[in-house]
């Protein structure tokens, strides 16, 4: 399994990004997707999730309502849309999978590469 993120960069608070994420090696179907940041010192943390075909999501609580998760799955992507990006939201943001939405949120059976997001004051 391979999972390539990017779309990170440099923005200014209240700009937004879309961080995307590519799977590949294996069919996805009914497993979970998401989206986890990490920052220097501080253990990484768990951003947004979704279920592959089915579109439930779930969120930490300081994104929602500014960030949303999303999937093509012709095309074996996941989205992830950051607006009124805030200088907190500063991290590496990395994509996941898990044979479950609650594997992915918990202890995700596979990790991407991240992707570094900077958000200016």
């Known amino acids: 399994v391979q999972l390539q993120a990017s779309g990170g960069g440099l923005v200014q608070a209240g700009g937004s990004l879309r961080l995307s994420c590519a799977a590949s090696?294996?069919?996805?179907?009914?497993?979970?997707m998401g989206w986890f940041r990490q920052t220097p010192g501080k253990e990484r943390e768990f951003v947004a999730s979704?279920?592959?075909?089915?579109?439930?999501?779930y969120y930490e609580d300081s994104v929602k309502g500014r960030f949303t998760i999303s999937r093509d799955t012709a095309k074996s992507m996941v989205y992830l849309q950051m607006e009124s990006l805030r200088p907190a939201d500063t991290a590496v943001y990395y994509c996941?999978?898990?044979?479950?939405?609650?594997?992915?949120?918990?202890?995700?059976?596979?990790w991407g590469q991240g992707t570094q997001v900077t958000v200016s004051s």
């Open positions: 996941a999978a898990g044979r479950t939405v609650t594997i992915v949120q918990n202890s995700p059976n596979f």
């Open positions: 979704s279920t592959w075909n089915l579109g439930t999501t």
């Open positions: 090696g294996r069919t996805f179907t009914n497993w979970g």
